[in-house]
């Protein structure tokens, strides 16, 4: 199965941007792509860089976001992974990751589980943690454990997407420097990031799909120095292993082969199932075990 | 804190080896090392290649072992983490790390949780699966989490270690390749065997020591290949940052220095265990969420 994640920058509106991102999904298209994978909030800036009010706004269209993306992949017949703004009721929003089967069709959405909340990335004043849980959504390619950005510093989520039968893990993420920051801490951030969804693929015998903006958008207050987003979208398969990598500064359209096969091959010489202590496992469920 | 972790070949007696690591241990005293780290089953060569009832008479010194490495610890001053083959009664036996405060007293001791059993790893035949649970030890240089082996690829063991307060995570293992693997794919294991263990200090903002056996053991029933342990301990920062690491052929000591405030400060600013969401974690108690 031949799938595809569109690495891209925001280009100033929102229009502009969902032009930017449909040239390139006729691309992957062209390029025989099955199963397309767009970054975190991918039809707008990262607007979580300040509090603001107005941002609300962008959620008002959710409905008219989903009818245009399932529309975009009923005429290309794809599955469609999309990563869009949520607005229930008023005050009352989720980053909701909505995934359209081949036909158009919803076949499901995931509500961001953990909920960032750092200096530029206020996001708990936007969405609320999602009420959904942590469900991988059945496609025509597959069961997909589709988890947005924060969650991917968590082994606990991946761990239960493959434990209800996911069999790959898809972020959409948006994550960068701060330019100030000294090349030692940025170096040590990206490996980290790298590391923990690489691992999250090892741990769980499962390939991850990792797909981040790139480009610098400024805060539009000027209270914070704006983020470098820095790229390296990835691709790896069910040992960690980087099936392909984009760079940090530039739009990129990444491709790699997905073999379910490959997951039973290593399972059955790897068998970490057949061996967790689940009985010994309670801490888990605590906040801290004090 | 300056920590050293001892990374050796088997001397093909006990004695012979005991005494190669005692002059080590030595040499890392001199170093100013306060905790030492051995390898997994350090005192004989890695016997689980066969299932033959023959090496269980290596259990029998268990209480003479810790009392030899008591007095090790006590004459140099040092936290030391030892790892035996535990006896209780006949037919029962554990995998047993213990380790010893400055003063020679038995600080704690972990029985190996997870245990493995693979062509060539017959763990299963020789060990009874752990029932002290995950529990961190507390010395006088900081609350250990130690962990062997195949626990590594367990990001619930980590994750259940931190929450229990471990500061530092302690892995001694014995791991290597079948040399009739192709290089990709010894390549691909030992890049998810590190990336997995770097994974657990990301995840839990803890530094990980990982001391692996190194050199070619063959299995002495003739009917496996031999295992040609990979080397390449290494101890990790907070962040999964390299501070060292041995190569996949040599006897080394590695040394680090462990800032336990690197924790708190990194902890701040990306302050994972803030938003875990333990209310949804409970699928994490099954076997599997079919």
Redesign the interface.
Known sequence: MKTALIQQRFYGTKEATVQATLSKIREAVQQDAELIVLQELHQTEYFCQSEDTKFFTYANDFEADVNYWSEVAREHNIVLVTSLFEKRTAGLYHNTAVVFEKNGAVAGKYRK????D?PGFYEKFYFT?GDL??EPIQTSVGKLGVLVC?DQ?????A??MM???AEILIYPTAIGWFEEDPEEEKQ??L??WM??Q???A??NTVPVISCNRVGFEADNTGIMPGIRFWGNSFICGV???ILTQANDSDEQILYAEIAHERTKEVRD?????R????E???????????
Do not use: V
């Not at 589980?113 to 960032?116: A, L, Q, R, V």
């Not at 510093?153 to 989520?157: L, M």
């Open positions: 589980m953990h909920i960032p750092d943690p849980g942590f924060w510093w968590y082994p606990e989520a761990r239960i434990l209800k039968g040590r951030q490996d980290a590391t923990i690489r691992s999250h090892i741990a040992q960690g292993e010489i790897w068998p970490f199932l061996d967790r202590r689940i010994k496992y309670n801490c888990l469920l605590k906040r801290y075990c004090d």
